[in-house]
């Protein structure tokens, strides 16, 4: 069996981590100054450790067990590594660092407060004024507020610690135990057979939600019982009743925090519930069907129904049926009624292995480094063999290149678009899966024709897409942006939308190479497209004979006809036109939209600057500029938070105090109505926006170096509160930026990933 799937990496991707339990990646490390010692403190079950992958800060730093390095700042760094061991194990680990400044104290130290599952924390810090505070509640969640309260999932000691940086640059962490016991929480004890066999019953039991320590107690309604400590993972087990008969049968679990619960359910033990019936079943298997026909005692002249539950949730009737299987394991009965009154049940586990579809080929992305002028990506097989093990492994880059191992690390050496697949089989050699990805990395070119377009169907909130793309050669990937944050990878798709408007966008891959992507405005339900005038200037670009101005119009499209006046006597009619400059200075350049005799008229209005304005050595994303709100308008004519954002993120030259032609607080972005979630995140964040009326938005986010990794969001939003969601799993842990820019004003925000 043979499958494709393709993406484009540029706007999606998704990655799950992939563990293996019998390898153990872990280092210790000595610093003196800004220097570090690294050691290997690894350990393996499973073959000889054969190579080792160290990051600081996400970038490649040693291949050696042990290393030495020297950091160039203060702060708070990020050490990963990644292992691989001859018997196919794969294992990472990642720790934070910080790098204190010689000669300079600082103190931090917190209490807290428990009620439940709740903790309010509250630091002091010596001197009073720092920089910033990072909680690490030690469950994988964390804060940068200053009180902040965490609410705990389950019950356990966690490791919780406060990293304060002072004014001068000094890092100092206190850490406490916080003990969580839950108490008021509510349990909920669950009570399931898996299997019967004659006399000998398998029981599972469980809780929810999750709790450290259980202790379950089976009443077996035989007279006898067994007690177990667990978790909330379950507890199953079989039991061998004496005689047939009914037995009503009990689960009673207690927590570590004292929280207590009990279910029962009623069962009957034996060949048949009637003592003069009996029923069984006999079942071939052909690739995933099942033909079963059941036996009786009294004969089929006697009975009156046939009732089936193939335990994948659907029945059906008739003394012989056939089935069609997913692959698994599951538990089959029949229940026969008999004219005498007397009912037979029997139950069976069979085991579907499919006709070459026991094996599941796949893998996941974990990470992709630039290189010098390639690319090292990181491949983890999370293929299975349902009913089998793994025999064998094979890897097929795309580029003329092999492996062989479990998972792989491979260096791509140019831009370009490769078909990576992964071919396995089983152990036994009866059956052999493929999978395959379309990843395109860097900056690809189109090889051939092709363009995107769709068509669609609104019921309600419900939608019906349908490529009605157009290419020289066969199209290999389909990838659509719903706007609402989800997204889909069919050529034909379906998708429920959320009342709103939406700006959704089909991207294509072709066979020769060819990318081309097509978006459309849709409105769901009574929303209407806001009658808003706004544009942007997409470039300055200086000639011969003056600056061209690009100019993009962003305006809802709600209205008919459009006016340019570009403040020095030009005009123009165009959608988004460009104009020429002749003479240094600035500009009013306006944008009418409307016509007579429609309900949408408006106007929008800005300046900006045409001459020698930016200089690209300026930019620095490594400095840190405060968050105060002090707007600047750039010569470019992009109102800035403050000086130090127009200098090292704009570039600019020259600017005037104030936002760029604003008359009032709400043409502006306001700053503060910005939320990441979780912050630090692990491999999905939240950004959430609160717009005091709708606008333009452009969201990027930025590595520490200013390198855009993955556009977020660009487009109109409305007057409201917006959650986009995003994928970053295929990012290394670190320190990142969420860069937004509304058209008039440019603000970051801090993003840590911790995995």
């Known amino acids: 069996m043979y499958k494709i799937f393709a993406t484009l990496l540029v706007l999606f991707s998704f990655t799950n981590l992939f563990a293996i339990s019998d390898c153990d990646a872990d280092f210790e490390w000595e610093i003196s100054g800004y220097n570090i010692t690294v050691l290997d403190d690894s350990d393996s079950d499973l073959g000889a450790i054969i190579s080792w992958y160290y990051t600081i800060d996400g970038e490649f730093v040693s291949d050696d067990p042990d290393f030495e390095y020297t950091f160039l700042e203060v702060g708070l760094h990020v050490i990963c590594l990644v292992i691989e061991t001859s018997g196919g194990c794969v294992d990472d680990r990642c720790r934070d660092v910080l790098i204190v400044e010689d000669g300079v104290d600082c103190f931090v130290d917190f209490g807290f407060e428990v009620d439940g599952m709740t903790v309010e924390f509250g630091a002091e810090t010596d001197p009073e004024d720092f920089l910033s505070i990072y909680w690490d509640f030690g469950d994988g969640t964390g804060t940068y507020d200053t009180e902040p309260e965490h609410t705990y999932s389950s019950d356990g000691t966690y490791e919780a610690c406060a990293t304060v940086v002072s004014l001068d640059s000094c890092i100092a962490v206190a850490c406490h135990a916080v003990v969580i016991e839950g108490v008021g929480i509510e349990c909920n004890a669950s009570l399931d057979i898996w299997a019967l066999d004659g006399l000998s019953v398998h029981f599972y039991g469980s809780v929810e939600p999750d709790f450290e320590e259980v202790t379950y107690t089976f009443e077996y309604g035989d007279g006898t019982s067994e007690e177990f400590l667990g978790s909330s993972d379950g507890e199953d087990l079989w039991h061998e009743y004496a005689e047939d008969g009914f037995y009503e049968v009990c689960l009673s679990i207690e927590t570590g925090s004292g929280c207590t619960d009990e279910t029962c359910i009623e069962i009957f033990v034996g060949d048949s519930i009637g003592v003069d019936c009996f029923a069984s079943f006999d079942y071939e298997i052909d690739g995933t069907t099942v033909y079963f026909e059941a036996e009786t005692d009294p004969g089929p002249g006697d009975v009156i129904a046939y009732d089936w539950d193939f335990g994948d949730g659907t029945y059906t009737g008739g003394m012989d049926t056939i089935h069609e299987y997913e692959p698994g394991e599951y538990l089959a009965c029949v229940t026969v009624s008999f004219a005498t009154g007397c009912v037979a049940e029997y139950c069976e586990e069979i085991l579907v292995l499919g006709a070459g579809d026991a094996c599941e080929a796949f893998f996941n992305i974990t990470s992709i480094v630039p290189d010098g002028d390639g690319w090292v990506v990181h491949f983890n097989n999370e293929s299975d063999v349902i009913g ?114 939406y700006e959704v966008c089909l991207a294509i891959v072709t066979a020769d190479s060819c990318v081309d992507s097509y978006c459309e405005t849709i409105v769901v339900g009574d929303s209407t497209m806001p009658c808003e005038a706004y544009f942007i200037v997409s470039s300055i670009t200086e000639t011969d004979d003056g600056w061209v101005a690009e100019f993009s119009n962003m305006s809802g499209d709600a209205y008919e006809g459009n006016a ?161 969601t995003t994928n970053v799993h295929a990012l290394p842990s670190g320190l990142y930026f969420l860069q937004i820019n509304d058209g008039e004003s440019l603000h970051t925000e801090k993003l840590m990933l911790l995995k």
Not at 405 to 428: G, K, N, Q, R
Not at 578 to 594: K, P
């Open 564 to 724: 340019w006046d570009f403040g020095d006597g030009g005009i123009s009619d165009g959608e988004n036109p460009d104009h020429l400059y002749t003479t240094e200075g600035y500009y009013t350049v306006c944008l009418t939209i409307g016509s007579a005799g429609t309900d949408c008229f408006d106007q929008f209005c800005k300046d900006i600057f045409i001459g020698d304005c930016f200089d690209a050595s300026l930019v620095d994303t490594l400095f840190s500029c405060t968050e105060e709100y002090d707007p600047v308008c750039g010569c470019d004519g992009v109102t800035y938070s403050n000086e130090c954002f127009a200098t090292y993120y704009g570039g600019v030259l020259s600017w005037t105090e104030g936002a760029c032609g604003a008359t009032s607080v709400e043409e502006e972005m306001i700053m503060g109505a910005i939320t990441i979630m979780p912050n630090p995140a692990n491999g999905i964040f939240k950004t959430e926006i609160n717009l005091a009326t709708t606008q333009f938005m452009q969201i990027d986010l930025m590595n520490i170096n200013g390198q855009q990794l993955q556009n977020i969001y660009t487009g109109q939003l409305q007057k409201g509160i917006h959650t986009i």
């Open 388 to 501: 089998g093990d793994i025999g064998s492994v094979f890897w097929d880059f795309g580029d003329g290149t092999y492996a062989d191992s479990y998972d792989a690390e491979h260096y791509f050496e140019l831009d370009s678009m490769y078909e990576v697949c992964v071919t396995i089989t089983s152990s036994d050699t009866a059956c052999t899966d493929t999978y395959c990805f379309v990843l395109i990395l860097g900056d690809v070119g189109t090889g051939g024709d092709c363009e995107a377009t769709f068509e669609y169907e609104l019921s309600g909130g419900n939608g019906s897409f349908f490529s009605t793309s157009d290419a020289s050669s066969d199209i290999i990937a389909w990838a659509w942006d719903f706007g609402d944050g989800t997204y889909g990878f069919s050529e034909d798709i379906e998708h429920t939308f959320d009342e709103g408007v």
